[in-house]
């Protein structure tokens, strides 16, 4: 098992792999990586709006209002 996860993190291709059930295995993994980069993304993306864009821009009305 623990080879198994060295392979998976040091190939590069399904191809190289000689045992279809790896291969099966590692596109499921790489699908799962995929979806958490994408989501810790898209919470990167919305903290800097909600903690630093959003207020720049509220401070920046206040200004122009007074």
């Given at each position: 098992m623990i080879i198994e996860v060295v392979i998976l993190f040091?190939?590069?291709s399904p191809s190289?792999?000689?045992n279809p059930e790896l291969t099966e295995f590692?596109?499921?993994w790489r699908s799962a990586r995929d979806?958490?980069?994408y989501i810790?993304?898209?919470l990167?993306?919305?903290t800097l709006l909600l903690f630093i864009i959003?207020?720049?821009l509220y401070f920046r009305h206040i200004k122009n209002i007074k």
């Open positions: 040091t190939r590069t190289d792999f000689i590692y596109w499921y979806q958490v980069t810790l993304s898209f990167i993306i919305e959003i207020p720049i």
